[in-house]
T-cell receptor, first 111, second 115 residues
């Protein structure tokens, strides 16, 4: 079945440093979605990418969808302590909008 | 505009017992999906309900069952609980147009501990 992998599993950064997490799917995706989960919280939808090679920005966050629609990345510029949490990518599961999630990248920011 | 709500927040059960978790979707949404999130892992899809029927199911045993009511709210039932069922159970709602781009909105989850 479809598998979604994320690296790294953990990342410690100093506040102000950049951060990137990478997502790879075993199958071509119709779209890729990114979620953020704060410690003790639930996944919160960040963004969806649909087109091959698409790049979207949200303030300090830059999201990319690969040309082959099998990989994606999230880059955070100049991290802040408010960026702490686990970032998940997810792709649709077969037909419909049910999601297969990656294992997540846990970001820790030292002030 | 009320978001997705779930009850209870926390629950402690013992092995072999049965549990029922509840979810009310975001206003205007008609579809509910359930996910299990074990500690340190990503959510795993259990099943999705639309028009009071199970629309699709993930790789979970028959001990996991669900129901959707006419008001679109949903229940997740787990029978014969195992220690490995300890997890955060997340409900996500969406308004289905039939597209894989339909965004899902997650509730706060129910933390189930099986002793």
């Amino acid at each position: 079945g479809q598998q979604v992998m994320q690296i790294p599993q953990y990342q410690h950064v100093q506040e102000g440093e950049d951060f990137t997490t990478y997502c790879n799917s075993s199958t071509t995706l119709s779209n890729i979605q990114w979620y953020k989960q704060r410690p003790g919280g639930h996944p919160v939808f960040l963004i969806q990418l649909v087109k091959s090679g698409e790049v979207k920005k949200q303030k300090r966050l830059t999201f990319q969808f690969g040309e082959a629609k099998k990989n994606s990345s999230l880059h955070i510029t100049a991290t802040q302590t408010t960026d702490v949490g686990t970032y998940f990518c997810a792709g649709p599961h077969n037909a419909g909008n049910m999601l297969t999630f990656g294992g997540g990248t846990r970001l820790m920011v030292k002030p | 505009d009320a978001g997705v709500t779930q009850s209870p927040t926390h629950l402690i059960k013992t092995r072999g017992q049965q549990v029922t978790l509840r979810c009310s979707p975001k206003s205007g949404h008609d579809t509910v999906s359930w996910y299990q999130q074990a500690l340190g892992q990503g959510p795993q899809f259990i099943f999705q309900y639309y028009e009071e029927e199970e629309r699709q199911r993930g790789n979970f045993p028959d001990r996991f069952s669900g129901h959707q009511f006419p008001n679109y709210s949903s229940e997740l039932n787990v029978n014969a609980l195992l220690l490995g069922d300890s997890a955060l159970y997340l409900c996500a709602s969406s308004l289905v147009t039939g597209s894989s781009t339909d965004t899902q909105y997650f509730g706060p989850g129910t933390r189930l501990t099986v002793l």
